[in-house]
């Protein structure tokens, strides 16, 4: 499929929804105006570029792809691994780092993984309150890190800063063994 063949189906897709539930497309529609007239200071909250929104939704999300490139549970990944190894090539360049593992679809499934890795249960994490900024994985209640870890949260400054000497005085007091 060339070039012109892939925005000819993202195209079509775009016209198909539009046409066929107006509702929705019109609520995405006001929510890509929101995100584009809002400065949101959460990174996965912003809004992406228009190449990083058109990958993804490309057609690979038609496909389950469990396992890693050319160690599939399924086949038919043959150009899945290649764009895995390839964001895996350009993760270790970017690094300078031996190994790389670009799977994770969100930052929650990443911080996870690395607190997991690092930490046991129990373990006390420092992390930026909801209500400041921070994510639910940095330890609220709702969240898994807020229950598996005794969450300790900071937060900002009266100027709406991230206030450096709780961070510190908190670090000092609870010891934690990960800071977000």
Aim: proline share 4%.
């Amino acid at each position: 499929m060339n070039e012109t063949a892939l925005g000819a189906l993202a195209l079509r897709g775009v016209e198909m929804l539009a046409q066929e539930d107006p509702d929705l497309y019109r609520l995405l529609e006001a929510e890509y105006d929101r995100q584009n007239n809002t400065l949101v200071m959460v990174a996965s909250s912003s809004i992406v570029d228009p190449s990083v929104l058109a990958c993804s939704g490309a057609v690979p999300v038609n496909l389950t792809a469990e396992g890693y490139p050319a160690k599939r549970y399924h086949s038919g990944c043959e150009f899945v691994d290649g764009i895995e190894q390839l964001a895996i090539d350009r993760a270790k360049a970017a690094f300078q780092a031996q190994y790389a593992n670009v799977q994770p679809h969100s930052a929650s499934a990443a911080n996870y993984i690395v607190m997991t890795s690092l930490l046991k249960p129990g373990d006390t994490i420092l992390g930026m309150q909801l209500e400041c900024g921070g994510h639910l994985t940095h330890g609220s209640k709702a969240s898994l890190s807020g229950q598996y870890f005794n969450a300790i949260g900071y937060g900002l400054d009266e100027t709406g800063v991230l206030d450096y000497d709780q961070v510190a005085c908190l670090a000092h007091v609870h010891r934690p063994r990960l800071i977000i």
